[in-house]
């Protein structure tokens, strides 16, 4: 599989660079708020800039690993925590399955990515696996990431190139 929510947080959503081409129609770009720390969270676990991530808003989740996998967290500082322990902002970490991935809260910024090398297997619609609330679209079944969500990932490595 890849990751199970064992706590969603307060607003974590699956964003990409957005969704693009539909504004005519009344479709919202969506999309991460920031696509620079996004976008290295991608390259540290060898994605395309353009792969989906997870954003964190303000207080994390709480996200099992289900299986071996890179990981980077980027963007505002939320006190990230692999099992309970500090984890380094802006490096690929190798996360085994049964760890957990958690964040203790804002000490600067308020938005966190991260990145699953590989990506995250979740539907393409309209070009993006980007989550649109208002249009319960995207990402995971259209809606923030909650309790006991499972999400598998694409291609998972336990190397990177």
Known sequence: MGIKIASGGFLTTIQDMGRFGYQETGMSVSGVMDQRSASLANILVGNEETEAVIEV?????????????????????LGAKLDG???????????????????AGMFSGSRAYVAFAGGL?????????????????????????????????????????
């Open 121 to 161: 297997a979740v539907p393409v619609i309209m070009g993006s696996k980007s989550t649109n609330l208002k249009s319960k679209l995207g990402g995971y079944e259209g809606r923030k990431l909650g309790t006991g969500d499972e999400i598998g990932f694409t291609a998972p490595r336990t190397w990177l190139p």
């Open 85 to 103: 322990k500090p984890m380094p902002r802006y490096e690929a970490v190798l996360v085994r399955a049964g760890q957990t991935l958690s964040f």
């Open 57 to 77: 808003t303000m207080m994390g989740p709480m996200i099992e690993f289900t299986k071996d996998n890179f990981v980077a967290v980027t963007g505002g500082d």
